[in-house]
């Protein structure tokens, strides 16, 4: 079973600031990586996938990047709509199945 | 637009049953791998069980292998997950959630609101 590990557990940033998040896979899951954000009391809301293409109508200050084991989510200029929880997700081939990071709380230094 | 409704949460005692529905709308579901999604409170999300498009394939966690069971109906356009002999550890929110497939890479586009299930006496 691949375990995914986010880093750090939370992260406090000033608005308008720059936020990096990390993940970390226990074996290369290539470029199978998606990000999520999740507000209190909705649904989590699909920002990466493909470790970095966005999704549909993500704003651009949204970024993803790496491959294999290390991957990163950068927020530039943090708006205060972006506070929120943030999951990482891996994607097996075989067995299929799907594998969530334990999530980075963005909070608001 | 896509929609995904979940309904029939609830409290249940352990070793109960619970029969969980989502209604889709807005696209064509029988073209669409579907998830089910945990969500202890407080906790993280975890992924349940997963569906091919004509239900030909079922995977699940194994902590559920066994006792629940994904379904869909594409004539309804609906996605079922019967849990059985539930356990205090089932609880969670549970989220019906669209599978995406782009040059070979998996993720969930699309969630419901989700559906409340507790596990207790």
């Known amino acids: 079973e691949i375990v995914m590990t986010q880093s750090p557990a939370t992260l406090s940033v000033s608005p308008g600031e720059r936020a990096t998040l990390s993940c970390r896979a226990s074996?290369?899951?290539?470029?199978?990586l998606a990000w999520y954000q999740q507000k209190p009391g909705q649904a989590p809301r699909l920002l990466i996938y493909?470790?970095?293409t966005r999704a549909t109508g993500i704003p651009a200050r949204f970024s993803g990047s790496g491959s294999g084991t290390e991957f990163t989510l950068t927020i530039n200029s943090l708006q205060s709509e972006d506070f929120a929880v943030y999951y990482c997700?891996?994607?097996?081939?075989?067995?299929?199945?799907?594998?969530f990071g334990q999530g980075t709380k963005l909070e608001i230094k | 637009e896509v929609q995904l409704v979940e309904s029939g949460g609830g409290l249940v005692q352990p070793g109960g049953s619970l029969r969980l529905s989502c209604a889709a709308s807005?696209?064509?579901?029988?073209?669409?791998?579907m998830s089910w999604v945990r969500q202890a409170p407080g906790k993280g999300l975890e992924w349940v069980a997963n569906?091919?498009?004509?239900?030909?394939?079922?995977y699940y966690v194994d902590s559920v292998k066994g006792r629940f069971t994904i379904s869909r109906d594409n004539a309804k356009n609906s996605l079922y997950l019967q849990m059985n002999s539930l356990r205090a550890e089932d609880t969670a929110v549970y989220y019906c959630?669209?599978?995406?497939?782009?040059?070979?890479?998996?993720?969930?586009?699309?969630w419901g609101q989700g559906t409340l299930v507790t596990v207790s006496s």
């Open positions: 959630a669209r599978e995406t497939m782009v040059r070979g890479v998996s993720a969930f586009d699309y």
């Open positions: 807005g696209f064509t579901f029988s073209s669409y791998w």
């Open positions: 569906i091919k498009e004509g239900g030909s394939e079922k």
């Open positions: 074996q290369s899951v290539s470029s199978n």
């Open positions: 493909g470790a970095s």
């Open positions: 997700q891996q994607y097996n081939n075989w067995p299929p199945g799907y594998t």
